[in-house]
């Protein structure tokens, strides 16, 4: 079948199978690997992009039903070379070690912060529960998550920061 | 690497639609709604449907709202608060006006799966899934709800206890859909007094769900939700729900008869909790042993009865 899909902004029509899982269109297909194929058992959260606005876990949804709907993923966060200040906070708190689940939570983080500019630790901590980090114990990502929200306009012209993303 | 086997897909532009396309493909054809249920059993072969109708699109069937019941008084005796099918559990959890009528469902879906999950799995479709240790069965039970079923020949009620046939089973035949939950309001629900139907008046609801699991997000141990209708301190109304404790219709029946006409005393909550842990039928798995379950399926019967019953008292007398 043929699907068009808005994925972080860019239009795509490709034919797939129905049975095709989002995380695979978007790893193989469109070779946008940012976004992590991790348990493939919607325990892990390393999957997790935005389906329209709403952050879910794409190995538990057919890329046929994102058809006609917008997908964004964390290669979306960064913009005109300057980081996203949730991408900014990762990096200042040592938010991940090995990075695998750092995609997915960055995404979370990133929709919390938009409907919860303040939010708790706890908060925090409830938003990515649902979401597995083998290595930092989480205490550090939630540290990152509080510093994104403590420097909302970093990165932007007229805000603090703005590091140049050079690679 | 967990993969469907292969399927076709047709998407549903209507209710109506999403009828014609099950009837056309036949009882191989599945309803996708969320997919969090089916998708996970389609990747282990245990589900292989021939035809998935994506009724996602259906905006038809999302919505939370109260009918013949009053939002700003709580809701009004005699009104109804109604779920579509499609209704995502994060949307009800969400909801004030449900959390206010019904604490019972915010307790229930602040412990299903994860926020993420509960971004895109539906209420509908957890009912579905007749999963037999489903939170939503074991919470629809204990408020005695009723549930819309559509087919082409027309529309049907069931009562929520009479749903489900066996473990993943329901009353659902092929070529239907459900569409909608129905929960009815009666008594007091908080703000002003009650009105209209004069039987329910003085009547103060409360309601609370328990449940124990191994981890965040997991499946309950066991687990149990409980209403309570009360006139002064008197039951007039008790409902019981138990989940993964092997319950006949997810609920505790002859407890909530042991309750009807009853003094809400701590004496009386906890021979229900006897009474509806000496009626379930728990099984041993990987979760726990048969005796622990019943020993839970006792202890957050009491919970959930003293919970809804501290709930009932703080709303304003009627």
Not at chain 2, 151 to 172: C, I, L, S, W
């Given at each position: 079948m043929q699907i068009t899909v808005t994925v972080n902004g860019a239009v795509y029509k490709r034919e797939v199978e129905p049975r095709l899982l989002l995380i695979h269109f978007l790893r193989d297909d469109l070779r946008l690997t940012g976004s992590h194929w991790g348990c493939d058992t919607s325990n892990c959260g390393a999957c997790v992009v935005w389906l329209d606005d709403t952050p879910v876990k794409s190995c538990t949804v057919l890329a046929a039903m994102a058809d006609g709907h917008r997908v964004r993923t964390v290669e979306d966060l960064e913009r005109g070379g300057r980081l996203d200040p949730v991408q900014e906070g990762f990096a200042q708190c040592h938010g991940l070690q090995c990075g695998f689940c750092t995609p997915g939570m960055m995404m979370t983080a990133r929709w919390l912060l938009d409907h919860h500019p303040d939010p708790s630790p706890e908060k925090i901590r409830e938003a990515i529960s649902g979401q597995i980090c083998r290595c930092t114990g989480y205490e550090n990502i939630v540290r990152s998550i509080v510093w994104a929200s403590k420097h909302a306009g970093w990165g932007q012209p007229d805000g603090e920061g703005g590091t140049e993303v050079t690679a | 690497?967990?993969?469907?086997?292969?399927?076709?897909?047709?998407?549903?532009?209507?209710?109506?639609?999403?009828?014609?396309?099950?009837?056309?493909?036949?009882?191989?054809?599945?309803?996708?709604?969320?997919?969090?249920?089916?998708?996970?059993?389609?990747?282990?072969?245990?589900?292989?449907?021939?035809?998935?109708?994506?009724?996602?699109?259906?905006?038809?069937?999302?919505?939370?709202?109260?009918?013949?019941?009053?939002?700003?008084?709580?809701?009004?005796?005699?009104?109804?608060?109604?779920?579509?099918?499609?209704?995502?559990?994060?949307?009800?959890?969400?909801?004030?006006?449900?959390?206010?009528?019904?604490?019972?469902?915010?307790?229930?879906?602040?412990?299903?799966?994860?926020?993420?999950?509960?971004?895109?799995?539906?209420?509908?479709?957890?009912?579905?899934?007749?999963?037999?240790?489903?939170?939503?069965?074991?919470?629809?039970?204990?408020?005695?709800?009723?549930?819309?079923?559509?087919?082409?020949?027309?529309?049907?009620?069931?009562?929520?206890?009479?749903?489900?046939?066996?473990?993943?089973?329901?009353?659902?035949?092929?070529?239907?859909?459900?569409?909608?939950?129905?929960?009815?309001?009666?008594?007091?629900?908080?703000?002003?007094?009650?009105?209209?139907?004069?039987?329910?008046?003085?009547?103060?609801?409360?309601?609370?769900?328990?449940?124990?699991?191994?981890?965040?997000?997991?499946?309950?141990v066991g687990a149990a939700g409980a209403a309570l209708w009360l006139r002064g301190d008197t039951i007039v109304e008790a409902g019981i729900g138990l989940s993964a404790v092997g319950a006949r219709h997810f609920a505790a029946a002859e407890a909530e008869e042991f309750l009807r006409g009853a003094a809400a005393t701590p004496e009386a909550f906890a021979r229900a909790g006897e009474i509806a842990a000496q009626h379930c039928n728990p099984s041993a798995d990987q979760r726990g042993p048969a005796d622990y379950k019943r020993h839970l399926a006792r202890e957050l019967t009491i919970r959930a009865l003293r919970r809804a019953k501290l709930r009932a008292e703080a709303r304003p007398a009627a």
């Open positions: - | 690497m967990q993969v469907p086997a292969h399927v076709e897909y047709e998407k549903a532009a209507s209710v109506e639609h999403a009828l014609e396309l099950l009837a056309r493909f036949g009882p191989e054809a599945r309803i996708l709604a969320g997919g969090h249920s089916l998708i996970p059993m389609m990747k282990l072969r245990l589900a292989q449907p021939e035809t998935l109708v994506d009724i996602n699109g259906l905006d038809e069937l999302s919505y939370l709202s109260v009918v013949n019941g009053s939002v700003a008084n709580g809701g009004a005796p005699g009104g109804e608060l109604r779920i579509g099918a499609l209704t995502r559990h994060a949307q009800l959890l969400d909801s004030a006006i449900a959390g206010e009528l019904f604490a019972i469902l915010h307790d229930a879906e602040r412990v299903i799966a994860d926020p993420i999950v509960r971004n895109w799995g539906t209420i509908g479709g957890s009912l579905c899934q007749a999963d037999p240790s489903e939170d939503l069965s074991a919470t629809f039970a204990a408020l005695k709800a009723t549930l819309v079923i559509r087919g082409q020949q027309g529309t049907r009620t069931v009562p929520a206890r009479d749903f489900h046939t066996a473990p993943y089973e329901t009353v659902v035949a092929p070529g239907e859909i459900l569409t909608e939950i129905r929960i009815a309001i009666r008594g007091t629900h908080g703000g002003q007094k009650a009105r209209g139907d004069s039987k329910a008046r003085g009547e103060r609801i409360g309601s609370a769900y328990e449940k124990v699991g191994r981890r965040v997000g997991d499946w309950p």
